[in-house]
């Protein structure tokens, strides 16, 4: 029986960080919209905790200031106990379990005390790697989507260019059958590549065909070492300052056509499947930060004072934080039902556009709300509400901007005009 089996795991998992003793879970194991987290997902976020504690948030001061992080040695600790492919095959390395394990992850992300690291992470686990674990051959998994769950690999996603962002099916990447042998030529260029600075490899949407930009792309496994890869520029951002984003061009690359992910032609497709566990992993991602927020501004408006009283007996800030916690409340069921509905096996882009939504906007209002009530102290960079007011704003750009997630949901009403 199940049950029995992972309550001792369980008891495993409180004394260390190695999650993988509960990889043998069945991966159909499935929850109820009512009970997201069950012992065992929270069993798996303290571990993840724990080593966040100790190998993660003591550095991220000193990260911040190098703008940089050393992403093969933190993704080597977190790969190490199972964090990187929770919901991966176990041949692969993966624990196999549903999406649910995945989303308590990067919930519990949320923990590291900046948006950089968690946002690299996101993009290691539920970005990169989804479409390669679902449709990818034997040796394509073998020779990238291992060593990314082990951690020995740090992988990007070249999606975005110069001049497709949110509009993806406008890319202008090519990768075309070269004159000899049965390789890919790729020309072209990628923007905002998260890790790009640091990864091994890249999971690059291109065009291998002309015809219906819908049906003419591939998703490529591509070695960042490979001739012809080259970083233009690393860009300096407005926040998440310890994640490397990086504009790359690809000049003549070369690469077997073998590194194609499933099948040619339906790149799209898979970068739109990729979207929902990555819509949904960012939502995830900003939950606990919020709410740590909300509960370091209770505290400290309660005992900073004005006008010969705390800031937080005033009506006006307890009204608004309790209106901030109401509001993050309802994000927070909103993204668990669109989880629940995910592991059933249900197309959740509606739900998942919702959550992103509301999640970007969400953390907006947060951040500026109770920065105001930290007054001169939340202009500094010496309290986490000033780096996440900066580090939260990408939330409502990448990934699909707000504007995309309100077309999407207009499309699943059909209130979406129709193009002529």
């Known amino acids: ?138 040796e394509m998994k073998r020779k990238f989507l291992a060593p990314s769950i082990s951690g020995e690999y740090v992988a990007c996603v070249g999606v975005s260019e110069a001049g497709a962002g949110s509009d993806v099916a406008s890319i202008k990447t090519t990768a075309r059958p070269a004159a ?101 992993c960012a939502t995830a991602l900003i939950v606990k930060p919020m709410q740590r927020l909300i509960e370091q501004t209770v505290d400290y408006t309660r005992n900073r004072k004005a006008f010969g009283r705390a800031i937080l007996d005033n009506q006006v800030v307890h009204f608004r934080i309790a209106e901030l916690q109401s509001e993050l409340e309802a994000l927070r069921s909103l993204h668990y039902r669109c989880i629940g509905l995910y592991i059933k096996g249900r197309d959740v882009t509606p739900l998942a556009s919702m959550a992103k939504l509301k999640a970007g906007r969400l953390v907006r209002e947060v951040t500026d709300s109770l920065l105001q009530y930290w007054g001169g102290m939340g202009y500094t960079s010496e309290v986490e509400v000033s780096r996440q007011y900066r580090d939260a704003r990408v939330l409502s750009i990448a990934g699909g901007a707000d504007e995309v997630m309100l077309s999407i949901i207009c499309k699943s009403m059909r209130t979406l005009p129709q193009r002529s």
């Open 1 to 138: 029986m199940v049950w029995p089996v992972l309550r001792t795991f369980t008891s495993c998992l409180r004394a260390t960080f190695n999650v993988r003793a509960i990889g043998s879970l069945s991966a159909s194991f499935q929850l109820t919209d009512e009970a997201i987290f069950s012992d065992e997902h929270e069993s798996m976020r303290r571990s993840l905790r724990k080593l966040i504690d100790q190998h993660i948030n003591p550095y991220v001061d000193d990260w911040e200031e190098a703008k940089s992080f050393p992403a093969h040695q933190v993704f080597k600790k977190l790969g190490e106990a199972g964090f990187l492919g929770v919901s991966k095959p176990t041949e692969y390395g993966g624990l196999g379990l549903d999406f649910s394990f995945s989303a308590a992850v990067a919930e519990e992300l949320g923990h590291i005390t900046c948006g950089a690291i968690p946002m690299a992470i996101g993009v290691q686990a539920d970005m990169a790697t989804p479409a390669l674990a679902r449709f990818g051959s034997d």
């Open 180 to 280: 000899t042998g049965d390789d890919l030529i790729i020309n072209g260029g990628k923007l905002w590549t998260t890790n790009g600075g640091q990864a091994d490899w890249m999971c690059l949407l291109a065009n291998t065909r002309a015809g219906d930009p819908h049906r003419n792309k591939s998703l490529i496994c591509v070695p960042m070492n490979t001739k012809g890869v080259t970083i233009s520029r690393n860009i300096d951002k407005l926040g998440n300052w310890a994640s490397d984003t990086v504009e790359v061009a690809l000049e003549d690359v070369r690469v077997p056509k073998s590194h194609i992910i499933g099948e040619e032609g339906k790149g799209f497709q898979y970068q739109m499947m990729q979207f929902q566990e990555e819509r949904m």
